[in-house]
């Protein structure tokens, strides 16, 4: 009998709030050990309001955020990234006076296991070719590439992707896709926020569709035919 991977990550009732408004109305969801997970919604759903909460960057946020067990509701964004967490927001955080490889080498080593300068490189070559190019040179799909590839260094096991694929050319997302496939088989547990359902939806183990700052549906990778119907209604996919 197979054993169900550990849960690594698990919200329970969590409310967020920016000033007045409140934007997450008791959002409980889990993630297990090397799965790919996508929240799907439209915008504004509080998805990339979710991301941010696991992460600590919004304060005004209450109920439980549980990683490998431990509390972190409490704990502020540089305490869960030391937990084996990593972020990548939407909108980059390229710096324009650092090259391409001071960009990626910028991060601190959090814990062992992160991949290599070789292994990015290998796995973008796009990046080995413009390492010494200041970063916002970069075109926005190799900004989006080092924005990842960044994070996959430090020795996080847990990554946080909001929106990664938005705005890109297919052969750059195409090129996103192997690397989600990579990191997986690597036995990251990866958390996407994701507006384009043909990219998200192969790469994914199991969906959440979030709306008004709630879950409302959760599906696995089995189930998406079945369930095609409904986000075609509700998300126009």
Do not use: W
């Not at 549980?66 to 704990?75: A, K, M, T, Y």
């Not at 896709?177 to 183990?205: C, H, W, Y």
């Not at 709306?211 to 996919?237: C, N, P, R």
């Amino acid at each position: 009998m197979l054993e169900t991977p550990k849960v690594v990550l698990e919200l329970k009732d969590l409310h967020a709030h920016y000033g007045e408004s409140h934007v997450l109305h008791g959002v409980n969801l889990s993630v297990h050990e090397g799965e790919v997970v996508t929240l799907l919604g439209r915008n504004g759903s509080g998805r990339s309001t979710t991301l941010k909460s696991i992460m600590g960057l919004i304060e005004d946020r209450t109920g439980s955020i549980l990683v490998d067990s431990q509390e972190c509701i409490q704990l502020s964004p540089h305490q869960i990234a030391q937990l084996g967490i990593a972020y990548c927001p939407e909108e980059r955080g390229i710096f324009s006076s650092l090259s391409c490889e001071e960009n990626l080498l910028l991060p601190p080593i959090l814990k062992p296991g992160g991949l290599s300068l070789e292994d990015i490189y290998s796995m973008f070559p796009n990046l080995a070719e413009r390492r010494h190019s200041p970063g916002t040179r970069l075109s926005g799909g190799e900004q989006q590439m080092l924005a990842v590839a960044r994070i996959v260094r430090t020795g996080a096991k847990m990554l946080l992707l909001d929106e990664i694929s938005e705005g890109l050319a297919p052969v750059i997302v195409n090129a996103l896709a192997q690397m989600i496939s990579s990191l997986r088989k690597k036995g990251f547990t990866i958390v996407m926020v994701e507006q384009n359902f043909r990219f998200a939806a192969p790469l994914a183990d199991r969906f959440y569709v979030m709306e008004h700052g709630q879950i409302i549906d959760t599906f696995s990778q089995a189930q998406l035919s079945e369930k095609m119907g409904m986000l075609h209604e509700f998300l126009g996919v």
